[in-house]
């Protein structure tokens, strides 16, 4: 099970290569073509995606995003479109050719693999010829079971044997108290929309979504074979089992607090929690008997749970655990039930236009269920050693910053700083890639049924995260795949962790003046280290337990200084009636004001030290002006209104027009560099700032 606080199947490796490369070539008709070309690199700064016709003053991403997001619209197969969309796609371009060569002609087991992969979920002629076949096992399963008492043992064989989670998560996570220790959790789940606010809300637009999930529902299960009439009534039974799970789920926000997750309890006490589900059978059934305790997330999710399970019955549940199914793996049937999948979940939730192009989704998902395996052979072409020895220069100018940062505090004790020292000086950096590969030799992938592929991955990293309950942490694994455009920081593990794949130009070129790059991928840097000091992080020790470091009277400064950063975000609106949820961006908006100030430490130390001029210009624009619109740029991007307004009830993240503006109202450096008057709006006379 992913941490919470981590701040988005049978060939043997002596495979005879010989016949394997004699396999028929993939072929892509006109619906799933890729280009000839790679998509243009983006570019690190853009001197024409500046609107001059702006006041840098009155609105800083309109003038250095107003023309590019004029000449980038959302392509059709997009919610967004963005820098990171940008990069993202000349990154899955380049993979996917890795993954069309290896189908065609792999020249190792491990390309073998892969490549058997994504020909699996590119033959959609194979997967309209078989339709709902290959999940009929599953559902077969379902539908002989007969004993509410059993359903217990039902979940638990068909996460283990089938790779189909339902109703709750189950998996491994470090203990909050010893993160040397890993051990079981469960946590609530159950949910097919968003958030628990799509069941729950009655405004008017929330009552047309659940409509049109009703509706979505009926047309699967009438694709399924149901009649039109059994359809409806199964689809109601799922909205009545779901609307009951998401009343006992705990809101998004309370999430965020690690203390609000943990409570380790007795298999007994949780038994008690649940007396109608049987705890020893769903844990046997997995080979976890062994648990004598676990932390039990959400207590109030189970017994709503539990009430849910006693008073339905036993054909409702059974609709419920065929949706569930078929939604898990619709994207591996026939046309008409992924189509259907993409029409409701991509078109209707998201606003999305077009599905993408099959390539692109057969690449995303091979990195997704191989990434350190594709991994392997992306990053020996796109991430040189130069690259990384210079990643881990910046990453330690900026961790010099920071402690220059911390250090300087004047909210701040003394007594409080040396524990924010010694947290800081425990960092782990991890750039690229992992030291260690991944060892996929047990994941058993086969070339002509990709819902075998898509249950076996499921069950491979089940198996994988359940094998780690009760073992050493490997403090050295990933939490992403090497060709991800994204970064984070784990505080359980106390590390920063940047990938491959977002080391590339916009937001991290080494051979461009340094100011630009600070501002980009600088900024990335510093935004993953201040969350190891946000609302969530700052509850974390350096060795990666929930302790308490601080004062009273810093925590109290502390926490009345991110109150302000709630204030301000809280009265941003992204569209008409949608307004940011100040408590949810918390963590992201105080990392992206942090980093920004760290990073810009760093380039004028690191200008001090090499002698470069902090006035000289470039295209007309100062070291300090370059940073922030190096920045500024990173963050361009256009959304479609429907993502729009779901990600403001569900990202943690301010959309980017408010990372950007948000940030640099609350830096007088950006001020001074352009020369605002203080009261104008990016220079207002109140701000604030924590780190």
């Known amino acids: 099970m992913r941490n919470l606080f981590l701040i988005a199947l049978l060939f043997s490796t002596s495979v005879c290569l010989s016949a394997q490369n004699a396999a028929q070539a993939i072929v892509l008709d006109d619906t799933i073509s ?94 309209d010829k078989l339709g709902a076949q290959p999940i009929l096992p599953v559902l077969a399963k379902i539908d002989h079971w007969n004993n509410k008492a059993t359903l217990a043992a039902l979940l638990g064989n068909l996460e283990d044997k089938d790779g ?20 079981g959790v469960i946590m609530q789940g159950g949910l097919s929309l968003p958030d628990r606010d799509y069941y729950l809300q009655q405004d008017d637009r929330m009552k047309t979504i659940r409509a049109q999930y009703i509706e979505h529902l009926t047309k699967m299960f009438v694709l399924l074979g149901d009649t039109p009439e059994k359809a409806a009534t199964e689809a109601k039974s799922v909205m009545t089992i779901e609307t009951a799970l998401a009343e006992g789920s705990t809101p998004r926000v309370d999430l965020r607090d690690p203390t609000n997750v943990y409570h380790i309890k007795s298999r007994a006490e949780l038994q008690s929690l649940t007396p109608g589900f049987k705890w020893s059978e769903y844990l046997g059934a997995l080979r976890r008997d062994q648990l004598t305790s676990l932390n039990v997330g959400t207590p109030n999710f189970f017994k709503a749970m539990n009430q849910e399970v006693e008073s339905t019955s036993i054909g409702d549940l059974k609709s419920y655990l065929r949706w569930h199914v078929v ?42 269920a191989l990434g350190e395996a594709v991994g392997q052979d992306w990053v020996k072409k796109n991430f040189p050693p130069s690259a990384k020895d210079n990643m881990e220069q910046l990453v330690h100018a900026l961790e010099a910053a920071l402690d220059q940062d911390i250090k300087g505090l004047d909210w701040m004790s003394d007594t409080t700083k040396v524990e924010a020292k010694k947290k800081l000086d425990a960092f782990r950096d991890k750039i690229g890639y992992p ?32 094998d780690k309950i009760g073992q050493p942490v490997d403090e ?146 100062t070291p300090a ?38 940030s640099v109202v609350n830096f007088d450096k950006f001020g001074e560099a352009f020369n605002c008057k203080k009261g104008q709006p990016m220079t207002p006379v109140d701000s604030c700032r924590v780190w």
């Not at 023309?67 to 993979?95: C, H, S, T």
């Not at 339902?166 to 040397?180: M, P, V, Y």
């Not at 004001?593 to 380039?603: E, K, Q, R, T």
Request: glycine share 8%.
């Open 327 to 368: 939604h898990q793996f619709a994207g591996g049937l026939s046309k008409a039930f992924d189509q259907e999948n993409f029409n409701f979940f991509s078109a209707t939730l998201a606003g999305q236009k077009e599905q993408a192009p099959r390539w692109k989704r057969c690449t995303s998902g091979t990195d997704h």
């Open 476 to 621: 050295k694994e990933w939490g992403m795949t090497p060709p991800t455009v994204n970064a984070y920081y784990d505080s359980s593990n106390n590390d920063i962790n940047f990938p491959a794949g977002i080391l590339q130009p916009p937001f991290y070129d080494f051979k461009i003046d340094p100011a630009v790059n600070f501002g980009a991928i600088g900024v990335v840097i510093g935004h993953e280290m201040t969350h190891g000091f946000d609302d969530e992080g700052s509850q974390f020790d350096p060795k990666g337990n929930v302790r308490m470091w601080w004062t009273p009277e810093d925590k109290a400064k502390f926490d009345e200084r991110t109150a302000c950063e709630v204030k301000e975000y809280g009265a941003f609106e992204p569209v008409p009636g949608a307004i940011l949820n100040g408590k949810l961006t918390l963590g992201e908006n105080t990392a992206d004001n942090g980093g920004l100030h760290i990073a810009y430490a760093a380039l004028m130390n690191t200008l001090a030290k090499e002698n470069l001029s902090t006035t000289a210009t470039i295209d007309g624009y």
């Open 435 to 466: 030291e260690k590969w991944r060892d996929y030799s047990k994941l058993d992938v086969k070339r002509d049924d990709y819902v075998h592929d898509l249950q076996q991955t499921v069950i491979f990293n089940d198996r994988r995260d359940l």
């Open 34 to 127: 890729a280009p000839t070309s790679a998509p243009k690199t983006p570019i690190s700064m853009d001197l024409n995606g500046i609107d001059k016709t702006v006041d840098p003053c009155t609105d800083f991403y309109a003038y250095a995003c107003g023309n590019w997001r004029k000449n980038n619209p959302i392509p059709a197969d997009k919610v967004r479109y963005g820098q990171f969309d940008a990069l993202n796609e000349r990154n899955n371009y380049l993979l996917y050719q890795d993954l069309r060569a290896a189908a065609d002609h792999p020249t190792t087991p491990l390309q073998v693999k892969y490549g058997n992969y994504f020909a699996a979920c590119m033959d959609t002629a194979q997967h």
């Open 164 to 183: 189909v989670g339902t109703l709750f998560d189950f998996g491994s996570e470090q203990d909050q108290k010893d993160s040397t220790k890993q051990i």
């Open 625 to 662: 002006q370059r940073y922030f619109l190096g920045f500024a740029q990173v963050w361009c991007e256009n959304t479609r209104e429907q993502t729009a307004r779901m990600r403001a009830k569900t990202d943690p993240h301010s959309p980017g027009r408010f990372r950007v503006n948000g």
